[in-house]
C-alpha cells in the first residue's frame, strides 16, 4: 500500500513555513508585485506528485491578497517559462482561473488599484 502524506507531519509544517517565508521576504522586495512564480520547494505539496504533461513543469503561483495574506496553488506551466518572466497581467490571468470566488474579489480590487483590471 502506498504511504500517503500527513500535512501534520512536521516536515510539511516547515516546509510550508518555509515557502511561506520565502514568499513574505519576495513580496517584501517586490512591493509592486500581486503575483509570484516559484519552483515548487521539496514537500511544500502534498498531493498527487505524478509527472506533469508533457512541455510542461509543476511550479507555485502565489497570489498577494490582502495585507499578510497569499494563496498559493501548485500547478503546471510551460516548461520553457522562466520564474521571473512571467508578469502580473500574466499571472493574473492564471489566477482568476484557479482561485477560490472570495479571492478573486479581493484581487479584482487590488488589480483595479493597479490598473490592470
Known sequence: MDHVPNPADPIFREAVDRASESD??????????????RDVMPYEHIGPTKAPPDGMSWRTLVARVGPGMRWRAVLSVPAELENDDA???QLASIFMRLAPKPFRKLLKAMLRKKGLN
Open 24 to 37: 513574505r521576504n519576495w513580496f517584501e522586495l517586490n512591493p509592486s508585485r500581486l503575483f509570484r512564480l
Open 87 to 89: 508578469d502580473d497581467q
